[in-house]
């Protein structure tokens, strides 16, 4: 079972900061955070992870609380393009470790 | 570099009938996951394969079944088919399979059992 829960949908308009939750309030010290997206009828891909400090790359920024129960993916300045199901995935380091997918949170930006 | 290629992208089979779908994985990656992808349960994890050995395993009836060769490329096959067979499978490569690598996903498979 998914370790994580998410708000079933959110939308933004375009151009917007776009601030994705996810609650993960039983995760252990060696799991991290991860965030995959999936557009329409494609394959899930990677956006980025982090364990407890702040992460960023070129797509997208992972702000986790200090507590690490819960997080937030922030893409910058939202466009059409990122409309998707975006999944808070939490998962450990370990050579069985493996991608377990919830229901994700569907993104509609709008015009 | 090259992605990871499924093939095909599309298939129509018959109840009964058995599948055989395929995943490349990118070059220098030892590991392939496979998902089934379904309305109803999502994303579902069926089985990872390392070094042609299969390393973990979903919660999937043994109709399901997969292998590993020794380029990395993966097969999966599902028998006797059933219309609830019906899903988008998605393999994924990763370097040697622990999430913190990271995955890359193929565009999938589209198996319609009619």
């Known amino acids: 079972d998914a370790k994580t829960t998410q708000p079933p949908s959110m939308d933004c308009a375009e151009g917007r900061a776009a601030n994705l939750p996810c609650n993960h309030s039983?995760?252990?010290?060696?799991?991290?955070v991860y965030w995959y997206r999936q557009i329409h009828s494609q394959g899930p891909q990677y956006i980025i992870h982090g364990l407890k400090n702040n992460e960023t790359n070129e797509m997208a920024s992972l702000i986790i609380t200090e507590d690490r129960k819960s997080s937030t993916l922030i893409l910058p300045h939202a466009t059409l393009r990122d409309t998707a199901v975006y999944y808070c995935?939490?998962?450990?380091?370990?050579?069985?470790?493996?991608?377990?997918f919830g229901k994700g949170i569907t993104l509609s930006v709008r015009p | 570099k090259a992605g990871v290629t499924q093939t095909p992208r599309y298939l129509i089979k018959t109840r009964g009938q058995q599948v055989t779908l395929s995943c490349s994985p990118i070059s220098g990656h030892r590991s392939v996951s496979w998902y089934q992808q379904t309305p109803g349960q999502g994303l579902q994890f069926l089985f990872e394969?390392?070094?042609?050995?299969?390393?973990n395993k979903g919660n999937f009836p043994g109709r399901f079944s997969g292998r590993q060769f020794s380029n990395s490329r993966s097969e999966m096959n599902v028998s006797t088919l059933e219309l609830g067979d019906s899903a988008l499978y998605l393999c994924?490569?990763?370097?040697?399979?622990?999430?913190?690598?990271?995955?890359?996903f193929g565009s999938g498979t589209r198996l319609t059992v009619v």
């Open positions: 394969y390392f070094s042609e050995t299969q390393r």
């Open positions: 995935i939490v998962e450990s380091t370990g050579a069985n470790s493996k991608l377990t």
């Open positions: 039983t995760i252990s010290g060696n799991e991290y």
């Open positions: 994924a490569s990763s370097l040697n399979g622990q999430a913190f690598y990271g995955y890359t």
